[in-house]
């Protein structure tokens, strides 16, 4: 009785028998990449807020009353970029939508940017006086919350929508509702503060 042929462990066809490794696809590395990004610095920006929000302030403090409205008006600019870049997309001009979403985060930055010199050198937040707390205090901590998600939200879908990502669509749908509320409760919590019903 002839015994069964063994391959020799080294031989081509045992070599072949075992999986190859494959490296990882560039594009999955590079996503992973910077979604680590924009998560570093998403935690970096909230933590800036609530540290200028807890730090004991300046003892030299500079004039920063007109930065309130100023603030608000760079959420309006947003909002309104928003809802055209929106529109925008709809109507299949995919440049102009590009351009008008890159000017919407630049108003948004520009907000982040004079909150953070406010609440840094004022003397801390004005406290609502109105009539109406019931409606201000949830428009305020709803914004808050949301305010804290749209900062990773908004940058993933920036860049893959730069990028032509398969799942930029998806995100916006998210991401477009949110930073509008966003823009828009922004602009309302100014006008209860210092409207004339404040």
């Known amino acids: 009785m002839k015994s069964a042929r063994r391959t020799p462990l080294f031989s081509p066809a ?18 992973r990449f910077w979604l680590t990004v924009i998560g570093i610095f998403s935690v970096a920006a909230v933590a800036a807020v609530v540290f ?43 440049s102009v939508h590009r351009a008008l979403v ?47 998600m749209i900062v990773p939200l908004a940058l993933v879908t920036l860049r893959r929508g730069w990028t032509f990502h398969p799942g930029h669509r998806t995100i916006a749908r998210i991401t477009l509702p949110i930073w509008l509320y966003v823009s828009v409760t922004g602009v309302v919590v100014y006008a209860l503060l210092y409207g004339p019903a404040a």
């Open 52 to 94: 200028v929000l807890t730090a004991p302030r300046p003892s030299a403090r500079i004039d920063v009353s007109a930065l309130p409205a100023i603030n608000t008006a760079w959420n309006g600019t947003a909002a309104v970029l928003l809802v055209c870049a929106f529109i925008a997309i709809r109507r299949g001009k995919v």
């Open 14 to 31: 045992a070599v072949y028998s075992f999986p190859v490794l494959q490296p990882a696809a560039p594009a999955v590395t590079s996503e």
């Open 102 to 148: 890159l000017a919407a985060f630049a108003s948004s930055t520009l907000f982040l940017t004079g909150y953070l010199i406010y609440h840094g050198f004022s003397g801390g937040a004005r406290p609502y006086e109105g009539s109406a707390p019931w409606l201000y205090y949830p428009i305020l901590v709803s914004h808050i919350a949301f305010s804290v």
